[in-house]
């Protein structure tokens, strides 16, 4: 199933990132790890796996790793049959259905919990636009600092609790309206300011979809606590970069003056300044550690990135896209078993007038091929040859002129020693929108 294995793409991307921000932190930076964290959602969210079919055929070439051929019995297997008038049988085991519909329902329910929270978040957008002059003016300087030109309102609400931003394609900063100093209103607009100028909020909404499609899994759930960790941790280090340490102690007494529990749960839809009082000492302890990164930890830091994405990516080559069988009314016949699964027999089979022959090869229990087309023009002597023949599949490929392709399988054996071949009958046929051969 597609979902499970994105699922466990994105899984085993998140674990390596993780296992590195534990063991490598005084070589790797907390951007690096928000940075990685985000490029692990490609994992998560893209149904990558569908697609691995011409990296898999690459990867493979490039390693030397021979191609093998699953030997199993298509009848059992989850296949797509199409015949020649264009009608689909799709067979499905009863598991598979039940595990789509289990899905379906986690999704519907995580989906309408989801909503009520953003519900609750978009109503901070009709509080009224701050006007104390103050504010106004710390604001435009802390814009003009970092760069923003694009229109951010900023908003006053009385009963905020804490310093945050929401929006996605329209921001706004949310700030309480009194009891705090101008050093304050100021790093904590500079906070927000920069998750704004980061489009920290776009990237917390696609972590949220991450959640929703993986509901059931429980890496999913660490994965975007620790991202909102990280989001946050990074943009500490960012605004502290260039302060002295009593600057840092001013900033971290803001933090935990704005400390709540069970902050990342309330406020999924949002970032905000403040954090779950577990946080707050892990975040301290960094901010005041984080420094500028040597020449050698960012190289470093690259080289593990590039090892982890790679290793994440042979993950998608674990997914098989479904078999597809094709040809006329005789040749695919659907029928129940006894556990009332879709099975399908294969006769014989009709060759269309627009498909060109490209090569035959054998392929053994072995999992090696052989190109028969070669061994037929060798000056192998057969004759008296004591035979010793080897089980496998005659494969016989032909191209389309539309680019796609189709690979008729038949039961064959052939010998180790001089290479004769014997057909046993037809076995099946593969079919590919894009020839990767």
Not at 200 to 209: N, P
Not at 347 to 366: A, H, I, Q
Not at 375 to 383: D, F, I
């Amino acid at each position: 199933m597609l979902i499970l294995a994105m699922s466990l793409s994105g899984s085993v991307v998140f674990l390596a990132i993780l296992l590195c921000a534990v063991l490598g932190k005084k070589v790797v930076s907390p951007a690096w790890v928000y940075n990685m964290l985000k490029l692990n959602l490609l994992f998560f969210c893209l149904p990558l796996p569908k697609y691995n079919s011409e990296y898999k055929y690459r990867l493979f070439h490039v390693l030397g790793i021979p191609g093998q051929w699953n030997m199993t019995d298509i009848s059992i297997e989850n296949v797509i049959g199409i015949e020649e008038n264009g009608r689909r049988h799709i067979n499905f085991q009863t598991y598979i259905i039940v595990i789509w519909i289990v899905w379906v329902c986690g999704l519907l329910l995580v989906f309408m919990k989801n909503m009520q929270m953003y519900q609750k978040v978009k109503a901070l957008a009709e509080n009224p636009q701050m006007n104390q002059s103050n504010y106004l003016a710390i604001f435009d300087r802390v814009k003009k600092e970092l760069g923003i030109k694009k229109s951010i309102a900023l908003l006053c609400a009385n009963s905020a609790d804490t310093v945050c931003t929401i929006g996605v394609f329209r921001k706004y900063v949310i700030i309480p309206e009194g009891g705090m100093t101008e050093e304050e209103i100021y790093y904590s607009l500079k906070h927000e300011l920069i998750h704004a100028k980061r489009a920290d909020v776009a990237w917390r909404y696609i972590g949220l979809f991450a959640v929703l499609i993986h509901w059931f899994n429980p890496l999913a759930y660490l994965y975007f606590y620790v991202m909102s960790a990280y989001c946050e941790q990074s943009c500490d280090a960012i605004l502290v970069q260039n302060m002295d340490k009593e600057g840092r102690k001013k900033y971290g007494k803001l933090i935990i003056d704005m400390s709540q529990d069970g902050a990342v749960g309330k406020r999924q839809y949002q970032t905000y300044l403040g954090g779950s009082k577990k946080m707050i000492k892990w975040r301290l302890i960094s901010m005041l550690e984080s420094g500028k990164r040597k020449r050698v930890e960012r190289v470093i830091s690259l080289l593990l990135g590039v090892a982890i994405l790679f290793g994440g990516s042979l993950t998608v080559c674990a997914y098989e896209n479904p078999r597809v069988v094709s040809g006329d009314a005789d040749f695919i016949k659907a029928y129940l078993d006894e556990q009332n699964t879709k099975m399908f027999v294969a006769k014989e089979l009709r060759y269309s007038e627009n498909k060109v022959l490209d090569f035959v090869e054998f392929v053994g229990e072995d999992g090696i091929y052989y190109d028969l087309s070669v061994e037929q023009n060798s000056n192998t002597e057969r004759a008296g040859c004591i035979h010793n023949f080897v089980s496998g599949y005659t494969k016989v490929h032909q191209k389309n002129t539309d680019g796609s392709c189709k690979t008729d399988y038949y039961h064959a054996e052939r010998c180790s020693k001089c290479g004769e071949l014997r057909s046993k009958g037809y076995s099946h046929t593969e079919t590919s929108t894009k020839c990767t051969h």
